[in-house]
């Protein structure tokens, strides 16, 4: 959201009307439109963008001093991003 609305502060009363509501009063229709607006809008793009750059970071070995700890932040990574692969899209 942060990233949207940097690049998009005119969403900004839109955006807080729809993550106001409690989510039983929220259609699959606004989230769409939301997720819509984020990858139209750069700010997916931004977000994935830094999370690669993350992912590049443990996967080139930051954490090779510390190998229990890689593979948490593997597991972590692998949990984590599976879920956003239908975005990148």
Known sequence: MACHLARHPE???????ILRSARDDTTDD??????DRFREGGA???????????VATIDAGALADEPRLARVAHGL????????????A
């Open 30 to 35: 606004q989230v769409h439109a939301v997720i």
């Open 11 to 17: 969403d900004a009363l839109w955006l807080g009307g």
């Open 44 to 54: 997916l793009r931004d977000v994935l963008d830094r999370i690669d750059g993350l």
């Open 77 to 88: 990574r692998d949990r984590i991003l599976r879920p956003l692969e239908p975005l990148r």
